[in-house]
């Protein structure tokens, strides 16, 4: 049967690392931000009071969350070859939608297929939709790389 769409997507870290934070909801964001600002106040407190190995220390822990964060992140990418800078095919049909990576199109075993009904949640941003097949993980559709018949067939299947 051939596919009604179909998209190529290179997972680059960029985009893993804004699929990180779609999936993950603005909560993280928040957290780091908050985590960050409370370092720097009780830290500025410690300044004021003359506790200044203590101030240092909490300016320091300040920027340990988001910076680990980061080098998590990096990490994880480059560890994962299923993610590192693979060139996905996603060809979409009536009922189902199956992700093929690129160089493999023959190969079954380099082949997934998801029925629609199963996705668990579709994310969409201003540049991307996340298909998430569980809570914790999905797989990214550049929107730039999209039709727009297959553009509004994801809004639809939202």
């Given amino acids: 049967m051939k596919y009604l769409h179909k998209t190529e997507t290179k997972q680059t870290y960029r985009e893993y690392q804004k699929f ?22 009780i ?9 200044y190995p203590q101030a240092i220390f909490c300016f320091v822990m300040s920027t340990v969350l988001p910076v680990s964060t980061k080098i998590r992140g990096v990490r994880e990418f480059n560890s994962n ?8 095919i996603y060809e979409f049909y009536a009922d189902y939608f199956q992700l093929k990576r690129k160089g493999f199109e023959s190969d079954n075993g380099r082949t997934s297929s998801w029925i629609y009904d199963d996705i668990f949640k579709i994310i969409e941003t201003e540049t991307n939709f996340y298909m998430m097949v569980s809570k914790g993980s999905g797989l990214i559709i550049v929107k730039k790389n999209c039709t727009q018949e ?3 067939f994801l809004q639809r299947l939202k």
């Fill in 20 to 41: 990180n934070y779609a999936a993950q909801g603005s909560f993280v964001l928040i957290y780091h931000w908050v985590y960050s600002i409370g370092c720097v106040a």
């Fill in 43 to 51: 830290g500025l407190l410690m300044l004021f009071s003359g506790s």
């Fill in 81 to 88: 070859r299923a993610y590192k800078d693979q060139e996905l």
């Fill in 150 to 152: 297959l553009l509004e």
